[in-house]
Each structure stands twice: as C-alpha cells, then as structure tokens.
C-alpha cells in the first residue's frame, strides 16, 4: 500500500497496554481494576497507585464509554505532520462517569467545544493494528 | 528540623537566553556560568567544594572535571523546571549538614536550547501512546491550555485578564538588558493577536526556547561577612509533587497546583507569609501558571490571579508585589532549566540591590518558585 503524504502516528504500545488496544479492536474501552482494593486506575501502571495500597494484581475491565469533557484545547500549531495538516483540531480530555480522565481527540466543530459538555467514546479503526478510541458529543 | 537561616547565598552566574550561540558549545556555556558565579561570589574555584547540576548533556561527576574542580559533595538534580530553585534547596541542606562550604548551584538548557530532549512529561511511556496519537502539538503548550480553558470555565477569567501578566511582564523586560524581549516591547492586544499556538494560548503566552545557563553559590550563613555583596539568607523552603504532575490531565483539580502545599510548608520554615513578600518570582512557562501560583501563594484568593494582574500594578515599579521583575521567562527567554533557576537569579538580584534599571524600591523578602 502507498499513500501520499506524512504518515499517521500510531500509539507506542508496551507489553503492559497491549491488552487495552486489543480491547479497542473489539470496540471496548478498558482500564485497570485493583483486584486487591477493588478499584479503577488510568493511566496504565504495573502497580496500584491508589491510596493504602500497592498491589500489582490487576485485570482489565470494560468502562462505559460515557462522560464529560472536562477541557479542551483546540490544536493550531502540531508538532507532528499528519496532525498539521489538519488544524484546527480540538485535543481534549474527557472525564469518565466512573471518574477516570483520558485523553482523545474530540468530533464536533471546535467553535461547539465547551467544558463538561457530555460525550461518548467511539472507534476509530487508523488499520488493522490500531484502533483509537475517540469522543463525541451527545444529548445530556 | 528547619534550615531558618541556615544558608546564604553569595553569588550569581547567568548567561543573556539566545537563540543561537555562535561559535560556542554547551559545556562551554556551563563552564562561563561557573566562573562568573564564582568570581561573583569572590571565591577561587579551589574553594568550591559542593556542586549540584542540571546539565543535558553531562553529568555532574563530568562537569566537575571539565571545570577543574574537585568537590568533595556532589550531586545531580533532575526536576525539570524547578531544577534550579531545587537545586538551591538541596544545597541549603548540605551546607546546613556540614558536608560543604561553597555549593555551586548550576543548570543549563540543552545544546540546542530548550530543554534538550528532557521535560515534556512522558510519564513512563503513558504519553507516547495516550496523548501523542491525538496530536497534542509541540511540548506542554497543550497541557497548560487545557488548564487555562477549564480555568476560564471555572472562574469567568477572560482572554484580556489572562494575558496581563504577560504584558506586565514584559514591561520588566524593558528595563532588562539581559531579556530575550529587550527592545520589544508588547500590548494587551498584541498578545491577543499573536499567532494562535494552543486555544486559548498564543504564541506571546507561551515561552521560547532559548540557549543559556544560570548558577547561584549556596554557602555557609558566615560567608556572607567576606562576600562582595548585601546578605541574602535563605529562610524556608517548601517541596509538593501532586498526584499527576507532569501529567496535568490527571490531577484532581486541574486549576489548583502543588504550590499551595509548598509554599505553606516554605512560609512555616521562614516564619513569615504572603503579606510579609516584596516580590514573587513565579514559573512562568505560559500565563495561565502565574496566575495560579499567585493565587496558591497566597497573594490573591483562588479565581482572582488574573484579575489581580488586570487591575494591579506588579511590575518592578509596584510599591505593592512585584512579579517576575526580569520579566519572566515569556520575556527573559527559556533556557530550559536555567529558566526556572532564573527566577531565582533575580531574587538574588533584587535581595542584593542590584537590579540596576529594574530594581524594586524595597525588597526585603522574595518568593521564589519553580
Ligand atoms: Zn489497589
């Protein structure tokens, strides 16, 4: 396959966050659970950052995919090629209902994007190696 | 335990942040910061028996022995921009313990600027794949405007308000040879004009890369009696890393910062508080930072930063609070650690009475934060 033009970044996964992008490729959104305090953590760590504990017994659960955007930025200067091709873009980051935040780039036209707007994740297929999840608005 | 007092500081060593050096290289740069900071202090290098750096590209051990001295404490420090001010911290405690009588403070930016390939915050692999892949631009441009927009919705803060103290600040940086702004001067409107960077950040509210290289001399509180220079003292100092730093998406209020726990702890040490300050020299990698280290310190209630730099004079001409009176990194230029230990460069200055064109009338207590 050929393709004009810079490339798309991709994520630099790890042995530790590989079963969060296969998870992506079935349309599910995962995160860590604390099988020891019993609680959520994002980012991914080998180890539960959570207060009074320290355990490295996780697994990976399905979240609900739903949340606030708790703030923005719309992107006008890229550092990345493919990205400056495309400003303005809004980069924001959503907090989940289950209280997490994460980062991802969000589908509405940036002069609707304001914070604690509700969204949602979905799927955005790059190829078949990686899936983004991504946001958009819907009906609070 | 307190180090009240426990340390001076005796000596300056900082280069003019610029773009490009010609001709010269990065340990070349570090080892001119060196030898004015030690000449400044009227030592010989002999006496230099600590060091503490932030050097991109060499390590302490290394950096000893392109200088020619022999420590006997050394140390490295690696705390992005509060690099600086932390590396100062370190050395109050290692003169306070008797390990050193001369601690030679010095960070430097990268080879090429900046801060040659560290900071950023790629936090154990986290960022390259949960923040790259949707684009985040260059450096944390994108960190602090995702902080200045959940700012505005918090607390109403308009884009005018916001960049006031960058245009304050650049009022500093005409009475400052040394700025990178030096000659330039800048209005409210042409902040709000600049090139957009980061909605709602433009490009006068975010720093520039620069070369260069900062040092201060920590020595024992008697040194100050054999020191060309008016006595500054060291008299609290105050360390908070929150959940989430450098992170910044993941801290759980992104308009509050670590400052509030640090400068508590740092006002306790000193016995003195916000009120008692002539001046705050506050890290300043965009706007929106100042604003809400202002407020953390104490010297404006929480959502009342901004309109504070809208309505008050704190320029170096302020009889009340001076912010940044170098003008701060917006206008003095980033070069990249030596930034941050610029704020504490100019504090010394000030302490001293020898901010020349800049100097503040009176200046008996300065806050220092990196
Ligand atoms: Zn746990």
Partial sequence: MTEEGPKRPVPQANALTEPFWEATKEERLTVQRCTACDRLFWYPREFCPLPHCFSSDYEWVDVSGKG?????????????PWFQERVPYIFGVIQLDEGLRMMGNVDIPVEEAACDIPVEVYFEKIDDDWTLPQWRPIAS | MSLRGAASIIGIGELKPERRKPGRTGPGLAQEAARLCIEDSGLLKEQVDG????????????????????????????????SGPTSVAIAAMAVNAGLANNVLCLVTSGEVGGFGGGGGGAIGGQFPQFAGPFGPGPGANFWYALVAN????EFGLTDEERVAIAVQQRENAQANPDAAFYGTPATTDDVLNSRMVANPLTLLECVMPTLGAAALMVSRPEAVESSPHDPVFILGVGHSMDRGVPGITYVDRMTKSPVELSARAAYKMAGVGPQDMDMASLYDCYTITVIIEFEDAGFAPKGEGGTYFANEDVTYKSDGIAVNTHGGQLSFGQPGTAGGMSHATEAVRQLMGRGEARQKETVDYCFVNG
């Fill in chain 2, 150 to 153: 959940r700012y505005k919705h």
């Fill in chain 1, 68 to 80: 606030r955007l708790h703030t923005f930025t719309i992107i006008a200067q890229a550092a990345d």
């Fill in chain 2, 51 to 82: 060091l503490i750096t932030e050097i991109p590209f060499l390590n302490t051990c290394e950096f000893a022995e392109t200088l020619g001295i022999q420590p006997t404490w050394a140390h490295g420090v690696n705390m992005m921009g509060s």
